[in-house]
C-alpha cells in the first residue's frame, strides 16, 4: 500500500447480538466463549418435525432505553439493529449526531452496510399479505422496510449522513467487503469518514430453510430427542453445522489525521482487502478445494501491503462456523498464507498465528469477525473451546491465547464462492 | 474515436500513468500464476480536500470495451440500441407476469429468451437460474464476447460488480406459496438455489469462469449504478484489470405490490418529465458493461477492441431526507452528479446530455429537474428510457449505462417514449417540466466532431443516489 494513501483508523464500535447491546456484555461473553442460544418460534408451522430448534437471537429489550418503540415502530428489526449499532459506535468515537451534521453538512459521512439476507421478517409478512390477502393487502411500510438497504438508510436519514450511501450483499463475506469498501471510499476522496459494517435477521422462515439444507447444528435429519442444539464446533473434526445468529455491529472509519485534529482514540487501523472467487463452488455452498481463488487471494493481499507470512501476524481471525463444507474450504484459502502443506500435520495450534473463531460466541453472522478481531486487539482472551478434536484435513486449532498487539487477517468465505480478507492492526 | 486515435491519447498521457505502466510491466506475473501487477496510486485523489477538485484528472477513467443487455426490446444491447432509437414503447399487459388482483396491469417484460444451448456455455446449468441470473449472464456473455478480453486476461484479474433489488424474489415467492398452502408435499429446496441478492453477480462469474473479486450490492434502484462504481474504484486501485459490471432484476409479486400500494405505478404507460405524469411502470432486464483500465489497454494494444467510450467518473450521495420521498429540490441528486463530474476531473459544462432517473413519478422528476438546472446551465438535453422499457429497479442504473455509451458511441441521444402527442403537441402545450429540455420524437443528435459526456443518474430508495459519467474520450471537455 503506498504511503501516501491516508491511514484508516477504527475510532469506534457499537454492537447488538444475543449477547445485548453493550460491548461489555461482548467482551465478557468473548472471555467465556459462549454462545447464548434462544428456542426460535417454530408456531408459523416452518419447521420440520425434528428441526434444529435455537439460534442466537437478539432480545428487543436490550435496547428499548437507546431505541424506544414509539421511535422503532417504522423500522423493520434489522433497521433497528443498525440503528442501535451506529449510536453506540458513535458514542465509542466520542461523536455525535450534530458534529456530523455539522461537518460539512453530512456530506462527508459514508454508510456502507453488509447484508446476507436483507429484512428477512418483514418480507416475509409482505408477501403473507400478497399470497394470502391479495396484492391489495400490501403494506407499503413493509414494502419499503424489505428492502436490503433499508437499514443503511434509516441510519443515514437519522443521523444526517449525506455521503455514499451503500449495501453490500455478498453472503458471509458482506461485513468484511463493506469494512474494506468503506476504507476505500475515504481513501479515494470520496467520504471523510464511514459507518460501516453488517447486519443481519434471523426469522423463523429462515431458520426454517437453513433447517432444510442441513445447514445448522442441530439439522441432522436424523430422529432426535428433546436434546438442546449441540454447540457449533469452529474446525473441530467433530463439527456438525453452524449456529444461526442475527444482530449488528458498526464501525466508525476515519482518517487517522481527522483523528488526531479532534483527539480521538483508535481502536485499530484498517488494513489491506483482498477479495476472490471460487467460480466451482455451488449457488449455495463451498467447493472442496480452491487453488487458484487461494493464490489470488494471497496475491492480491500482498499486492495491498499484507504481510508476506505467518509469522508476521498477531492472528488469523475466521470465519469458521462449524460448518464441514464452509470451515474446511476456507481452511484450503488460510494454508496459503500460513504457509502450511495441504495435508500439515495435526497438532496443537501448529502454525505461527493464533486463529480465531468468534462464531463460536456469536453464531453465523458476518460482523462476529469484526467483533472478535476489535476484541482481541483490546487484548481480551476467547474462552477455550471444550474438548477440541483436530480435523486432519483442516489442522488449524483455535487459540484461546491473549493475541500480541499486531496484526491481524480477517477472513470470509462466502457461500456461493466469494472470499474476503480484511486486515485489521493495533493502532 | 478511432482506436489509434484512443492509444495515441494513450500514449501521450501524464508521467504519473507512465510511471504506473512501469510499474506494472515490471512485476509481472506472481509466483502463483496471477498476475501481481501494482496499483496506481491514488495517493493524489485522497489527499484533495473533499468537496475540491481532485488534482488528477487523464487517464483515471476506465475504458469501456464490452456492452450486454437483456431488455423488453429483446435479449441484445443491439435490440436496445434499435429499440430506443424508435422512441416507442414496450410497456403492456404482460404475458407470462401475472398482474392479477393489482391495481394496475402495465409491465415492461421480457419475450422469451434464445435458446440456453445458444445462450450458455457448458458451465452454468440454464434452468437452476432463476430468471434474474438468467438475464445476467446473458448480458455478461453478449458483453465479454465483444470485449474479446478472454483472448488476453488473466482470470484471476477479472473481477465482477453486481448490482440488484430482488434477484429471484419471483422464484422464492413460488416456493414460500406452495409452503403456505401447507397441503401438499414441501416445495424444493432447488427453486432457492438461486434465491440469494448475491446470485445473479455469482452466476456470472461462475459463467465466465473468473475468481477475481465479485461484489454483489442491493441499494435499491441505484444497485446497478453502485456496481459499477466499484467497478471502477477497483480498476483505479489496481485490484483488477478488467471489470464485469452490470445489473440485473425480474418482475416480481413484491416489487409489483409494494410499488402500488405506494401509489407510485401510473396506471397508464409512464410519461417521464411531463407535467401530468403520475408514476412509474416497472420492467425487467439486465445491463452488463465491460470495463478495462487503461494500462491495460495500453499493454494488450494489439488484442483489445476499440472503446466505446469511457467511464470518467462516479459518485455518490444519500439525501438523508426521507424514506421514500426525494428532497424536494435535489439537493441530494445535484450532489450526486456534482460527485461524479468532479470524480472524472470535469466541469458541469462538459456535460452533453442527461440519461436521468426520470421514473415518471411527481415527485422524482422535479427533484432532478430542479438539480439538474442547478448543476447545469440551461438547455442541455435530457433523457429518460423508463418510458420505453420501464423502471428496471436494481438493474436500471446498469442498463441506462448501456444506453448512455449507446448514445455517446451513436452521436445521438435516444428520445423519450411518447405515449401520448406528438413532439411539436407537447412542446406547445406546455406540458413538459419547467427547465428540462427533453429529448422527443427522435434521436437528438450531438454536435459532431466534439467530444461529447453523458450523465447517468440513478436514485433510490432511502434516499441513495449514484451518478456515472461517461465520455467518447478519456481526456475531453472542460477539465477541473
Known sequence: MSRDRPAIAVSGVGVVSGHGADLEAHRAAYREGRCVLREVDRAAGYHRENSARSASLVDASCYREVLPPMKARRMSPPSRFSMVAALAALEDAGLSRDALAADHGGDVTAVVFGT????????????????????????????????????????????????????????????????????????????????????????????????????????????????????????????????????????????????????????????????????????TGWGRTAPTTARRLLSEWRRQGGVEGASELAGVVAGANGSRRHDLFESGLLREVMALPSNGTAGRDPTEARVLTPKRFMGEQGVATLVGALLALEGNSGGSPSGFEVDPLICLVPSDDRVQPGKLLLSAAAAGGSCCWLGLESP | MSQSSVFESLDSGSSESESAESESSESGPSDFGCSDSESRDSGARASATLGAPSAETHLDGAAVIGLGAVTAFGWTSADLRRGLATGTTTVREPVEFSTAGHR???????????????????????????????????????????????????????????????????????????????????PRLRSLESQQLNGPGDAVARELGVSGPVVSMSSACASGALAIEAALEALRSGEVDVAVAGGSDSLCQMTYAGFNALRAVDPERSRPFRVERSGLNLGEGA?????????????????????????????????????????????????????????????????????????????NDSAEAAAIADV?????????????????????????????????????????????????????????????????????????????????????????NASLVFSTSPVCGPTL
Open chain 1, 116 to 283: 446476507s439476507y436483507g429484512p428477512s421478517s418483514y418480507t416475509e409478512r409482505i408477501l403473507r399479505q400478497i399470497l394470502l390477502e391479495s396484492p391489495q393487502a400490501a403494506s407499503p411500510m413493509l414494502f419499503t422496510e424489505s428492502v436490503a438497504n433499508a437499514p443503511a438508510a434509516q441510519v443515514a436519514l437519522a443521523l444526517g449522513c449525506k455521503g455514499p450511501n451503500i449495501t453490500v450483499t455478498q453472503r458471509e463475506a458482506s461485513a468484511l467487503v463493506a469494512v474494506g469498501q468503506g476504507a476505500a471510499l475515504i481513501r479515494s476522496g470520496r467520504a471523510r469518514r464511514a459507518l460501516v459494517g453488517g447486519v443481519e435477521e434471523l426469522n423463523p422462515l429462515l431458520h426454517s430453510i437453513l433447517d432444510r439444507f442441513g445447514a445448522l447444528t442441530g439439522s441432522r435429519g436424523m430422529a432426535r430427542t428433546d436434546a438442546a442444539d449441540p454447540e457449533a464446533r469452529p474446525l473441530d473434526l467433530r463439527r456438525s453445522g453452524f449456529v444461526a445468529a442475527e444482530g449488528a455491529a458498526v464501525l466508525v472509519l476515519e482518517r487517522t489525521d481527522d483523528l488526531l485534529d479532534r483527539a480521538g482514540r483508535a481502536r485499530a487501523l484498517v488494513g489491506p482487502m483482498a477479495r476472490a472467487f471460487d467460480p466451482e463452488a455451488p449457488a
Open chain 2, 104 to 186: 394496475t396491469a402495465l409491465a415492461s417484460e421480457v419475450s422469451a429468451g434464445p435458446e440456453p444451448s445458444v445462450a450458455l456455455g457448458d458451465r452454468v446449468g440454464w434452468n437452476r437460474l432463476s430468471r434474474a441470473d438468467q438475464f445476467a449472464v446473458v448480458a455478461a456473455r453478449e458483453a465479454w464476447a465483444a470485449s474479446t478480453v478472454a483472448d488476453w486476461v488473466d482470470p484471476c484479474r477479472v473481477g465482477v460488480f453486481f448490482g440488484g433489488s430482488t434477484a429471484a424474489m419471483a422464484e422464492a415467492e413460488g416456493f414460500f406459496g406452495q409452503t403456505l398452502k401447507n397441503d401438499g408435499p414441501r
Open chain 2, 287 to 363: 445491463g452488463v458493461l465491460v470495463l478495462v483500465r487503461a494500462e491495460s489497454l495500453k499493454q494488450n494494444r494489439d488484442s483489445v477492441v476499440a472503446p466505446m467510450a469511457w467511464l470518467r467518473g462516479a459518485g455518490g450521495s444519500c439525501d438523508a431526507h426521507h424514506m421514500t420521498a426525494p428532497h424536494p429540490e435535489g439537493a441530494g441528486a445535484a450532489a450526486s452528479m456534482r460527485a461524479a463530474l468532479r470524480d472524472g476531473g470535469l466541469e458541469p459544462l462538459a456535460a452533453s446530455f442527461v440519461n436521468a432517473h426520470g421514473t415518471g413519478t411527481p415527485h
Open chain 2, 376 to 464: 447545469f446551465e440551461d438547455g442541455l438535453p435530457v433523457t429518460s428510457v423508463k418510458g420505453a422499457i420501464g423502471h428496471l429497479l436494481g438493474a436500471a442504473g446498469a442498463v441506462e449505462a448501456v444506453a448512455t455509451v449507446l448514445a455517446l458511441s451513436d452521436g445521438a441521444v435516444q428520445p423519450t417514449a411518447e405515449t401520448k402527442g406528438t413532439r411539436t403537441e407537447i412542446q406547445q402545450t406546455g406540458t413538459l417540466e419547467p427547465g428540462v429540455d427533453l429529448v422527443l420524437g427522435a434521436p437528438r443528435v450531438l454536435p459532431a466532431g466534439a467530444d461529447r459526456v453523458g450523465v447517468s443518474n440513478s436514485f433510490a430508495f432511502g434516499g441513495a
